[in-house]
Nanobody, 126 residues
């Protein structure tokens, strides 16, 4: 079992930055691919970014490429999402996920047998 606790959300003006953190409990964190997803009001949850178990590879949704950076610190059982040049359309609840699996279907990652955090709200004002 893995428990995930997100933090770092808040209200920011367009063009600003935020860094989200996701602290994980459990011994298996270092073996899991980790990721971030988000859900805007009235929309489905969507993939944002993923990172492999050792941080050797990352993947991003096209909408955030070049603006967001995912990283992890396995010694601290923590994964981060640095968000720069934020836009109003980045507004939503951001969820951390553990034990992502690669899939052939878009967006290429599944959390079907993984774990979710409770989410943290990010609001970008125009």
């Amino acid at each position: 079992q893995v428990q995930l606790v997100e933090s770092g959300g808040g209200l920011v003006q367009a063009g600003g930055s935020l860094r989200l953190s996701c602290a994980a409990s459990g011994r298996n964190f270092v073996y899991y691919a980790m990721g971030w997803f988000r859900q805007a009001p009235g929309k489905e949850r969507e993939f944002v970014a993923a990172i492999t178990y050792n941080g050797g590879s990352t993947d991003y949704a096209d909408s955030v490429k070049g603006r967001f950076t995912i990283s992890r610190d396995n010694a601290k059982n923590t994964v981060y999402l640095q968000m720069n040049s934020l836009k109003p359309e980045d507004t939503g609840v951001y969820y951390c996920a553990a034990n992502l699996q690669r899939t052939p279907n878009h967006p290429g990652w599944s959390v079907a047998t993984g774990y979710w955090g409770q989410g943290t709200q990010v609001t970008v004002s125009s």
